[in-house]
């Protein structure tokens, strides 16, 4: 081998990754949908008949995670910011089940939902303070890009340990149901995090207690190169919950009608019914993180494949058809969309970056002895080294 060949294992493509979209097959598998690929009707579900303002709510915050993700990346690989998380492909899911929730319920975040912040109210330069990781944003800067939150707005940030806080998502919902207040709640999290114990723990939780919470679970055909085949058994991730007695459904994660509609429903009944399990099927069109190549272990072809089911132009197409949408209406809103995104960048930028030793700060309300000589350790040999 000569010095500059690759070590690195070469995808050589497997008929199991190249498997076409199952939306393509939805009512077989069981998957309701509201939209056709191309925006029409498919006749499975009712179409909810939503507001226009909340349609176009739904569709504008849609491209908006779509500019900032693509902003995102140009950062990332330019190194102004560290690590990128994506979102595309994924924009329909988490923007029509946040909205479809009340404001004052409670989101549990996974890391591919900038929507659900922007839909409750955060701004640009919000978000992207958070990615540039500055001193002066709600989470001090101290999570990784897109791991976002904001307790003012009910939005609970993700931990990076998958699942993990599935069950925090249930207890807190069971703890609203025993003071008798009338929130829900939702909680993401991915496919691959339902094969983690602390799913099962809270599913079994959600089974006997009942809390009032939406499960919403993104199967987005991959848990970073693991694919689904290699996940489960089992056929959909939503039969979990017949474990639990959780009720469950499948539902199209590219169609935000179809989204809206289950995840309205399922919180509305959630405190006669208890928990529902919702399994979006939708697609992660991009690598896992800035941190991997898919190209290692899937087919460009599967990509290819699913961008056909591209939830944008797809909803899209049915606003236009509705009159809800011109050609002019896109043109601004992507014009507006760049330059709140310059702007934020720009703004961002100049914030204060958080320091190193400001990760002691909060721990404890009174820091410990041990936290502090660890703090002086840490800023003295940083010191050193600039
Ligand atoms: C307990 C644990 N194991 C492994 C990891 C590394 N890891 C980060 S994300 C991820 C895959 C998660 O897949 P999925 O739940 O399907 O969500 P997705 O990233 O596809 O949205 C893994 C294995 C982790 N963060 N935590």
């Not at 919000?126 to 939150?149: C, N, S, T, V, Y």
């Not at 679970?217 to 689904?228: E, K, L, R």
Request: aromatic content about 8%.
């Amino acid at each position: 081998m000569t010095s500059n060949e690759s070590t690195l294992p070469v995808f050589k493509g497997s008929p199991r990754s190249a498997v076409s979209p199952p939306l393509q097959r939805a009512r077989e598998l069981g998957i309701r949908q509201v939209l056709d690929a191309d925006g029409g009707l498919a006749g499975d579900l009712p179409d909810p008949d939503l507001p226009k303002e909340t349609l176009q709510k739904i569709y504008r915050t849609m491209v908006e995670v779509s500019a900032i993700d693509a902003r995102g990346w140009k950062l990332q690989r330019s190194g102004r910011i560290d690590f990128w998380i994506p979102s595309r492909g994924q924009e329909a899911s988490h923007v029509a089940s946040t909205i479809a929730m009340d404001t004052s319920d409670w989101i549990f975040m996974a890391s591919r939902e900038p929507g659900s912040m922007l839909a409750r109210g955060a701004s640009m330069l919000q978000l992207f303070a958070q990615f540039f990781g500055r001193a002066d944003e709600p989470m001090k800067g101290r999570r990784l890009p897109l791991l976002l939150g904001d307790r003012r707005l009910n939005i609970v940030p993700c931990m990076t340990i998958v699942g993990a806080y599935i069950p925090h998502a249930a207890g807190a919902a069971w703890a609203a149901k025993l003071k008798g207040d009338d929130t829900r709640f939702i909680v993401y999290f991915g496919d691959g995090a339902t094969s983690r114990g602390e799913f099962h723990s809270a599913m079994n939780f959600a089974g006997i207690h009942k809390p009032p919470i939406v499960f919403f679970c993104q199967n987005n055909g991959w848990a970073v190169s693991t694919p689904n085949d290699r996940q489960t058994a089992v056929d959909t991730f939503a039969e979990k919950g017949n474990a639990y007695k959780v009720r469950n459904l499948r539902v199209d994660g590219n169609d935000p009608l179809a989204i809206y509609s289950v995840t309205r429903k399922a919180r509305d009944e959630a405190r006669e019914h208890g928990p529902t399990l919702i399994e979006a099927v939708t697609y992660r069109l991009g690598p896992h993180t800035s941190s991997d190549n898919p190209d290692l272990y899937r087919t460009s072809n599967e990509a290819d494949e699913w961008r056909r089911w591209d939830p944008i132009p797809r909803f899209r197409r049915y606003l236009e058809n509705r009159g809800f949408w011109s050609a002019s209406d896109e043109q601004q809103l992507l014009e507006q969309c760049e330059k709140q995104i310059d702007e934020a960048v720009h703004a961002a930028e100049a914030m204060r970056q958080t320091e190193p030793g400001e990760m002691f700060d909060d721990v404890f309300e009174t820091p410990t002895t041990l936290l502090q000589d660890q703090r002086k350790q840490l800023v003295a040999e940083l010191g050193e080294e600039r």
